[in-house]
């Protein structure tokens, strides 16, 4: 049911910085008039099964936060969420919950706060 997301930053470069050590893509950065938008890859053109989404910059109505607003998971793009997690400090964020296994049935789930703040959940079966 999920079609975009976005994820809010308050310095683009550092967060676009880190999401492409972290995931391994490219993010392509747009402004639209003042709203900054860091476009992920469109899902059709990564490994892993999902939606498209972006990081957004704007000073008053876009703010990163730990705790309030949806949690948003991210696929792993090589089916293995300690892949992400190795690269998530060195890249500028922290891991709050390491690799957990949700179930068999589902598989598994890690949480990180990105560089903006952002509680950011990784997944793979």
């Known amino acids: 049911m999920i ?10 470069n550092r967060a676009q910085k880190f999401y492409e050590t972290v995931f391994n893509v490219q993010i392509s950065i747009n402004d639209f008039g003042g709203v900054i938008m860091g476009w992920f890859p ?21 703010i990163p936060s730990a705790t309030h607003g949806p949690l948003v998971y991210f696929n792993s ?13 060195t890249a500028g964020g922290k891991i709050i919950r390491s690799k957990t296994l949700i179930s068999n049935e589902i598989g598994y789930m890690a949480l990180i706060l990105d560089s903006e703040g952002n509680r950011i959940a990784l997944y793979n079966k």
């Open 3 to 12: 079609s975009w997301f976005e994820v809010p930053v308050s310095d683009m």
């Open 42 to 62: 469109p899902a059709e053109d990564i490994t892993a099964p999902g939606i498209s989404g972006s990081l957004v910059y704007h000073k008053e109505d876009y």
């Open 77 to 89: 793009q090589s089916g293995d969420v300690s892949d992400e997690l190795s690269r998530v400090e």
